[in-house]
Nanobody, 124 residues
Framework: QVQLVESGGGLVQTGGSLRLSCAAS????????MGWFRQAPGKVREFVAA???????YYADFVKGRFTISRGNAKNMVYLQMNSLKPEDTAVYYC??????????????????WGQGTQVTVSS
């Protein structure tokens, strides 16, 4: 059984920064991809960023240049550095992981494991 636990969310002013962390425990493969999604109130869950086992990075257009995804050396940690935050970035952020290396990483159906989410609130 794989468990994902996010941390690092909180309240920040416009233009501020936050760093989200996700720790994976259990039988997660080093070949798994890990990603971040978010869901704002009344909106569908949307892709934010992903990193594959080989280090390929994927970003949603609305976060390019502001957010950076990275993976820990042990491959069971993933981070999301968020800079220049905007009120529209307010959402619950979810960490996700796949069972294996294949999939369309921008699509939430690709992911097999999900964390409980961490709230990010950006005040104007």
């Amino acid at each position: 059984q794989v468990q994902l636990v996010e941390s690092g969310g909180g309240l920040v002013q416009t233009g501020g920064s936050l760093r989200l962390s996700c720790a994976a425990s259990g039988r997660i493969l080093s070949s798994a991809a890990m990603g971040w999604f978010r869901q704002a109130p009344g909106k569908v869950r949307e892709f934010v960023a992903a990193v594959t086992w080989s280090g390929l990075l994927y970003y949603a257009d609305f976060v390019k240049g502001r957010f950076t995804i990275s993976r820990g050396n042990a491959k069971n940690m993933v981070y999301l550095q968020m800079n220049s935050l905007k009120p529209e970035d307010t959402a619950v952020y979810y960490c996700a992981a796949t069972r294996g290396p294949n999939g369309i990483y921008r699509v939430d159906a690709t992911y097999d494991y999900w964390g409980q989410g961490t709230q990010v609130t950006v005040s104007s």
